[in-house]
Every structure is written in C-alpha cells, then in structure tokens.
C-alpha cells in the first residue's frame, strides 16, 4: 500500500511538471506573437489616442461625469 501513496504523488508531481512547461511554452510564444504584430503608432494614431475620452462611463451614462466649465446650466440660465 506504502508503494501505492508513492507512485501516485510521483504521477502528480510529473503531470504538474508536464502543465507548467505547456503553460511556459504558451507564455513564450504569446510574447513572441504579440511582439511581431507590434507596429510603431504614426502621429495620426497618437493623436487619436491622446484625444481619447477620460471618462468611458460617462460617455455610457452609467455613472456620472465630471461637470464641464462651458456646460454648466446654472450660469447659461442668469
């Protein structure tokens, strides 16, 4: 029964051995594929990218936003 306990804990430590490798391997060539399909951002994608929204949520409606200077009710009203 003793010899029993110790192959099988040997069966796991192989097969946790045998998903890490697959995971490193997936892990490399990921950061290998991603690195390839990397192109530098020309100014036009820069732009675009700095003039982006802050506030995605707001834009939805799910949560309110910051108040803008030019869009405050109460001064258009006076």
Same mark, same amino acid.
């Given at each position: 029964?003793?010899?029993?306990?110790?192959?099988?804990?040997?069966?796991?430590?192989?097969?946790?051995?045998?998903? *890490?490798? +697959?995971?490193?391997?997936? !892990?490399?060539?990921?950061?290998?594929?991603?690195?390839?399909? $990397?192109?530098?951002? /020309? @100014?036009?994608?820069?732009?675009?990218? *700095?003039? +982006?929204?802050?506030?995605? !949520?707001?834009?939805?409606?799910?949560?309110?936003?910051?108040? $803008?200077?030019?869009? /405050? @009710?109460?001064?258009?009203?006076?």
């Amino acid at each position: 029964m003793a010899d029993q306990a110790g192959s099988s804990a040997q069966r796991i430590r192989i097969g946790l051995t045998g998903l *890490a490798a +697959a995971f490193i391997i997936v !892990l490399i060539a990921s950061a290998i594929s991603r690195s390839s399909r $990397d192109e530098p951002l /020309n @100014s036009a994608q820069a732009q675009a990218i *700095a003039n +982006a929204p802050s506030e995605p !949520l707001a834009e939805l409606g799910v949560a309110p936003g910051a108040a $803008d200077s030019g869009n /405050n @009710s109460s001064t258009a009203k006076r």
